[in-house]
């Protein structure tokens, strides 16, 4: 089993840029693949970002390719995830997690963070 914690949430501006963490529990962190993915008010939780075991294989949602960034070090248990380029519709409750397999589907993960608040003001 894996804790997530999520941090690096916060308000910015559109056009600004933010970095989400994710630190996690456990030996066996590479093992993991690991997903973002973020419930804006009164709406699904959506997939943003995912990114393998190893690193090598990112898989991205159309409406953050070009710029957000998913990227992880195995050695300090943390993934990362740069927000470049926000826009009021990145507005949202992020939440990373993680699971043997990288997936687009909320039910493809069974270990969740608590998340953390994105506020991008225009």
């Known amino acids: 089993q894996v804790q997530l914690v999520e941090s690096g949430g916060g308000l910015v501006q559109a056009g600004g840029s933010l970095r989400l963490s994710c630190a996690a529990s456990?030996?066996?962190?590479?093992?993991?693949?690991m997903g973002w993915f973020r419930q804006a008010p009164g709406k699904e939780r959506e997939f943003v970002v995912a990114?393998?075991?190893?690193?090598?294989?990112?898989y991205y949602a159309d409406s953050v390719q070009g710029r957000f960034t998913i990227s992880r070090d195995n050695a300090k248990n943390t993934v990362y995830l740069h927000m470049n380029s926000l826009k009021p519709e990145d507005t949202a409750v992020y939440y990373c997690?993680?699971?043997?397999?990288?997936?687009?589907?909320?039910?493809?993960?069974?270990?969740w963070g608590q998340g953390t608040q994105v506020t991008v003001t225009s």
């Open positions: 997690a993680a699971d043997a397999y990288s997936g687009r589907i909320y039910s493809d993960y069974r270990y």
């Open positions: 456990g030996r066996t962190f590479s093992s993991y693949a």
């Open positions: 990114i393998s075991g190893s690193g090598d294989r990112l």
